[in-house]
């Protein structure tokens, strides 16, 4: 059986497959226009599309300084002091011309295992940059897991190698799923 459902994203201009349980969150509160949000309805996890202003090269010189630039605008931790980024890398959005740049990254904010504790809260985040040069855009899809206190095990998880907690694993895969499906059926949504 299929988990996963279309969804139609700003009027139906953007498209992609989204996990069953996940709601819109514009059906119980105002979101802004420039985003789109989604909540899993069993769980802690959250997706969220933006669509921003490419910042000026002056400020982000290539796409991981912007994709950190746009970590530090949704983060609590705007200066990433206490945010650890675990994994960095190029992305695909195979239904998407290959020449926008994309790229990944890993992070948890706070990062749970410098607090030694698993009586901390901690948010697992899977962010991926897409740059539209041409139109002078970003399209950020971030993937985010709530971990609750004493529902991790720190001697059980290593974001280094990959072993992470269920909620980050399955929040991953959420992720991935959303990039290898992720496609846009009208670009006049974007001005150049």
Not at 14 to 36: G, K, M
Request: charged share 25%; glycine share 4%.
């Amino acid at each position: 059986m299929d988990t996963s459902k279309a969804i139609e994203l700003f009027g139906g201009a953007i498209t992609a497959q989204y996990p069953r349980t996940f709601i819109d969150v514009s059906n119980l509160r105002q979101v802004p226009d420039h985003q789109e949000v989604y909540v899993d309805s069993q769980g802690f996890t959250s997706i969220i599309v933006d669509i921003l202003e490419r910042p000026p090269e002056d400020v982000c010189s290539n796409d991981k300084e912007a994709a950190l630039h746009h970590l530090k605008d949704i983060t609590s931790d705007h200066d990433l002091a206490h945010t650890k980024i675990w994994h960095e890398g190029l992305a695909r959005f195979p239904k998407l011309p290959s020449h926008f740049p994309a790229v990944s990254l890993l992070a948890t904010e706070p990062d749970p295992i410098a607090e030694k504790a698993t009586d901390k809260k901690y948010t697992s985040i899977c962010l991926t940059l897409l740059r539209l040069e041409d139109k002078k855009t970003d399209i950020l899809v971030t993937t985010n897991g709530h971990h609750e206190p004493g529902s991790w095990d720190n001697g059980n998880v290593n974001f280094e190698t990959i072993k992470s907690d269920s909620v980050t694993r399955t929040m991953s895969a959420y992720h991935d799923k959303i990039l290898a499906t992720f496609e846009i059926k009208d670009w006049s949504l974007f001005v150049s």
